[in-house]
């Protein structure tokens, strides 16, 4: 099971010029291997960028790409890394929903397609990471 991380499925929502073509045929390779999955951080981000008509439960499914709820586990792990997050010294903003998309991941899947591997990688050691970009 692979996770997505909210930009990749951005990217090919809105036929974003410069990375849709790449977020797709990552997509595509995912699913030809396995299950596609994404939490309810990624959804709340995703829907929150639709047209209020759309309804995103009903676009993945389309996509064949899965919801699957973040555990109790990941969602501590999450704010346990979000707390380390908050004592470094770092000049970019991170929200809390990238630390639930992270633990998702590493704790429940065996990779993130994403194109904010550097972020994902400092964080959540040992996580795989697909990069449509690379």
Same mark, same amino acid.
């Given at each position: 099971m ?5 930009? #990749?499925?951005?990217?090919?929502l809105?036929?974003? +010029? ?5 977020? @797709?045929a990552?997509?595509?390779? !995912?699913? !030809? ?6 939490? @309810?951080? #990624? #959804?709340?981000? #995703?829907?929150?960028?639709?047209? *209020? ?6 676009v993945? @499914?389309?996509?064949?790409i899965?919801?699957? +709820? *973040?555990?109790?586990t ?7 890394? /979000?707390?380390?997050?908050?004592? %470094?010294? @770092? ?5 809390? =929903?990238e ?11 065996? =990779?993130?397609i *994403?194109?904010?591997?550097a972020? /994902? %990688?400092? /964080? ?8 449509? *970009?690379?």
């Amino acid at each position: 099971m692979i996770a997505l991380d909210s930009s #990749v499925l951005i990217d090919t929502l809105i036929a974003d +010029p410069r990375f849709a073509q790449a977020s @797709e045929a990552c997509i595509e390779q !995912a699913l !030809a291997k396995g299950e596609v999955v994404v939490c @309810e951080a #990624v #959804v709340a981000e #995703v829907q929150a960028m639709l047209d *209020t008509k759309a309804n995103l439960m009903e676009v993945l @499914e389309q996509l064949g790409i899965r919801y699957e +709820p *973040t555990s109790q586990t990941a969602a501590m792990r999450a704010g346990h890394m /979000y707390q380390r997050f908050g004592s %470094r010294a @770092e000049k970019r903003e991170r929200v809390m =929903a990238e630390f639930l998309i992270g633990a998702h991941a590493l704790l429940q899947c065996s =990779a993130l397609i *994403t194109r904010d591997s550097a972020f /994902y %990688r400092d /964080y959540f050691k040992g996580l795989k990471i697909i990069d449509p *970009t690379h």
